[in-house]
């Protein structure tokens, strides 16, 4: 037996190596922690969350599945308070400059051991930026769609090199269209931010500031003209 999880939870879920030292940071009802363990991924997560009522409602969760001894809780900004031997490290639901906040205040994740599996529900441009400029690469993104939205999951690991691109790809990652509809739907969500970016600040006479969305719109109108 094992719990349902939302389609975007369950995309992460599907990336996380078997038996290693697993971290859930914002993990509210502590659903995927209990997902991993009873599908026998792992047998060591820790539930992390800034606030006492996620904790609650994931310490719920634990004692409905008899979970003790296998998932344990941790109140904790980010990273702040988990343990450093920590290999997979999973951070689902939030927005992608939050994400990239966190993960910058932890410069123990620069391992090459360990594995970052990131779900942001907005700006995933931070994420991807923040890691290819920080000696992080991506090594695999998944797609899916959960109630009518497409969302991306990342999966990166440290290498310790300059793997700094260009906005291109911080915004589409190096996605291809037409492989499924969840990476269609991501895309266009992703051109109608940057077209409305540009053309507001087009609107005001912003032009230095309107020139890098430009040319982001100039390499979708290079790739993916039909969807502009
Ligand atoms: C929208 S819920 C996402 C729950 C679950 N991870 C998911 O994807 O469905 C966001 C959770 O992140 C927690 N959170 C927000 N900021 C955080 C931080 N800096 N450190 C740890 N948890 C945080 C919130 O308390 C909340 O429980």
Known sequence: ????????????????????????????????????????????????????????????????????????????????????????????????????????KAEWIKHEEIHLILQPMTHSY???????????????????????????VISAFYNGKDNSRDDFYYYFGDVVTGKSESELGYIKKQIYYIKSRYEGLMMSHNFAEAKPFADVLDGVKGKWSELL
């Open 126 to 152: 931070d994420v991807r930026k923040f890691l290819s400029e920080n000696g992080f690469y991506i090594d695999t993104e998944k797609f899916c769609t959960d109630t009518g939205r497409d969302y991306v």
């Open 1 to 104: 037996m094992n719990i349902v999880l939302t389609e975007r939870l369950r995309t992460a879920a599907e990336l996380v190596r078997c038996s290693r030292k697993t971290v859930d940071v914002g993990t509210d009802h502590g659903y995927l922690p209990a997902f991993l363990v009873m599908g026998g991924i792992t047998d060591n997560v820790t539930a992390a969350d800034i606030g006492k009522g996620p904790l609650e409602n994931a310490e719920k969760t634990i004692a409905k599945y008899s979970l003790e001894g296998k998932i344990d809780t941790c109140l904790s900004d980010g990273l702040e308070k988990i343990s450093h031997d920590t290999q997979e490290i999973i951070i689902c639901g939030m927005g992608g400059t939050l994400i990239a906040e966190i993960l910058g």
